[in-house]
């Protein structure tokens, strides 16, 4: 079974650095568009930034030149290096897998399969 379980979120004031991970297992063999996602409570969930299976990254407008992602397939990890935080990237950030995805086809709005469980951020100024 796949499970994907973030870690590194916290509390960091405006201008500030963090650096989320994920870690996958229960992958198997498949190929899998990656991606992280964030969601304000009641709010619709957005689509940060995504990496396919040779390393091309897809960001959100509102995080490009800002956020990086990556992945490292030998330790079954996914990164987000988020710099230059600003208030509107509050909010409880999720790890997801789209298998049967070389090429991560859908981009941000792709049909994600499996989630992880979600680690907060939030930014105050």
């Known amino acids: 079974q796949v499970q994907l379980v973030e870690s590194g979120g916290g509390s960091v004031q405006a201008g500030g650095s963090l650096r989320l991970t994920c870690v996958a297992s229960g992958l198997g063999y498949s190929s899998y568009c990656m991606g992280w996602f964030r969601q304000v409570s009641g709010k619709k969930r957005e689509g940060v930034a995504v990496i396919d299976t040779t390393d091309y990254p897809t960001y959100g407008d509102s995080v490009k030149g800002r956020f990086t992602i990556s992945q490292d397939n030998a330790k079954n990890t996914l990164d987000l290096q988020m710099n230059n935080l600003n208030l509107e990237d509050t909010a409880t950030y999720f790890c997801?897998?789209?298998?049967?995805?070389?090429?991560?086809?859908?981009?941000?709005?792709?049909?994600?399969?499996?989630w992880g469980q979600g680690t907060q951020v939030i930014v105050s100024s």
């Open positions: 997801a897998a789209r298998e049967f995805d070389t090429y991560c086809s859908g981009g941000l709005e792709g049909d994600f399969g499996y």
